[in-house]
Structures are given as structure tokens and as C-alpha cells.
């Protein structure tokens, strides 16, 4: 059994910040996504276990940073230096492959999403 519970999101105004939180039962992988309206649900970053290595899209690279508590059983996606265009549902995801975290498709368990808006 895999519960996931995001936290964190919110309305920012472009150039601000936000850090979300996901609560996870269970030892997995764990990764982030995101969907806008009328969009493809994409992939944005993702974390071992250790926390030793990280997977991040080009295009939030140098500007959000995924970390990982395992003794509060959470991983935290701080979001820097915000764009209009990252505005999206973010979804928590979590897996028993690494690999499986990059896509979408081969994902296995997934959060209910928390809403980020960014304001021009």
C-alpha cells in the first residue's frame, strides 16, 4: 500500500518561490510531475532513495531542487525563480524503479496533486 499526500502549493507572483511537500508510506523512488490545462502530464524531476542522485527536466534545471527526508518519510520540491509557464496541477509520484520516474507512463503510484499558479 502507497499513500501520497502533496502539500504546499499556491499562487506566487513570477520570480517568487514555493516549496512542496509529499508525505509517503512505503520505501520507493520518488519523483515529481506536473499537468496544465489542456496538457501532457510532464515529468520535472525525481530522487533515489539516498537522496545521492537527482533527475531534473531542462526546463526547470538551476531553478527547483528535489530533496528527501526519510526519517519524516518526505520528499520537498523547492521551486525557484518561477515562470508563468510553470503554472500546473503537481503530482507526487513514487515507484519501485528509478528509471520508471522519468516517464509518465510507467509510473505506479501517484498523489491527488496540489495547484501551482504563477502571475505575470
Known amino acids: 500500500q502507497v499513500q501520497l499526500v502533496e502539500s504546499g502549493g499556491g499562487l506566487v507572483q513570477a520570480g517568487g518561490s514555493l516549496r512542496l511537500s509529499c508525505a509517503a508510506s512505503?520505501?520507493?523512488?520518488m519523483g515529481w510531475f506536473r499537468q496544465a490545462p489542456g496538457k501532457e502530464r510532464e515529468f520535472v524531476a525525481a530522487i533515489t532513495w539516498s537522496g545521492a542522485s537527482t533527475n531534473y527536466a531542462d526546463s526547470v534545471k538551476g531553478r527547483f531542487t528535489m530533496s528527501r527526508d526519510n526519517a519524516k518519510n518526505t520528499v520537498y520540491l523547492q521551486m525557484n525563480s518561477l515562470k508563468p509557464e510553470d503554472t500546473a496541477v503537481y503530482y507526487c509520484?513514487?515507484?519501485?524503479?528509478?528509471?520508471?520516474?522519468?516517464?509518465?507512463?510507467?509510473?505506479?503510484?501517484w498523489g491527488k496533486g496540489t495547484l501551482v499558479t504563477v502571475s505575470s
Open positions: 509520484a513514487a515507484d519501485n524503479s528509478y528509471r520508471d520516474l522519468w516517464s509518465s507512463a510507467s509510473v505506479d503510484y
Open positions: 512505503g520505501r520507493y523512488f
